[in-house]
């Protein structure tokens, strides 16, 4: 049996937790709080970053979402994780590099910080509120994220190439999470909505999606809707 | 022919040029300027992120540090890329990841945005001096990052494990970077200076160590000497 530690709104996580359920591989959740240090966590990764892929003997531990989904296209050849032919390889592997990267440092890990990780961490120490010149920059970076995926999704059927791939779960993932803090506007982005649309009705993004996150604002009333 | 766009002092850029030259992959290095927006590295790769691996008929574009890495690894399964054992494999993408990300976001990148990249906007802007405060931040996660690199060298022959791999020239990337900075107090840490010591012998990375930067401040004396 394998365990995953993750956090619900992490989207690596999110990214991680999909190829798995679209691999039928059965898995344990392991909850954790990123915006706090753990020496447990740390003993599995010491970068301290999720997600973190265990075996039940901890003979196998595949730490953060590069080495697991490479991990996963290595023991898996023939699933839908990587493409077989090395240059389409490459391209999904941009678009996965394009999320892990630029999407993470520039929107989806500063708006987890203000929105959510600071709430938490302001329980013990009385934090100020988001500071509205920082949602402001993140918000001009998301709209290019948000332009990017809808000029993607114009040209091609999925984000890879022709064939779904890890490059669509690992952009779900922090489109979800971007939808859920209720950051998207879909109306702007009709190519991005009709591929997101595609990926809600997916079962392992049904199940994620029914999920709520204690301690976190609710999502929109359209969050979890295919048909939105 | 490949042509690699690349910045002397870019540590990713670094390090797929160790591979490269390790491989004896014949490569033209093409200079870009990572302070700035350009038209033609951004129909290369949207992000703009370097290093681009293209070849001359462009049918071949890989773009950015992870897709290069796996793209050569690929392509040269019996090369000194990674290791053939899928667990091994996971151990030296969690290192390359370790650089790539943490390293870069919190050393490196605001390093040489602080004491490079800045001084050449300030050209044209007449920018302010590093930040003191911004300075002491890098330097202490610097410090956390030597600590590491010097455990890891500590228990282990190279920096993935048994065998001299990708792991090595991602790492040697950013470490070269540093002490070009002259960042590093290799008398605290003689584990990772007896590596980079072995490191600094090869000579790909001897003809790396024997380049200057135009516009960047001398490195140290010893930069480039194996014996420091």
Redesign the interface.
Known sequence: MLHLHHYRLCPQSRGVRLLLAELKAETTLVDERPWEWSAERAAL???G?LPILVDQSKS?V???S???I??LS??NPVGSVLARD??D???M??I???Y???CQ?TVTGPLLEAKVYDRFRSQEKGAAPPDAGTLRTIRSNLRYQLR?LDHLTEQRNWLGGDALSAADFVAAGHVSVLDYLDEISWAEISSAKTWYARMKSRPAMRALLAERVPGAAAPPAYYADPDF
């Open positions: 990764n010491p970068s970053e196998v595949i730490a953060g590069y080495a697991i490479e991990f290595d023991t090395t240059l390889r490459a391209e592997r941009r996965i590099d394009w892990h990267g630029l440092r990017y």
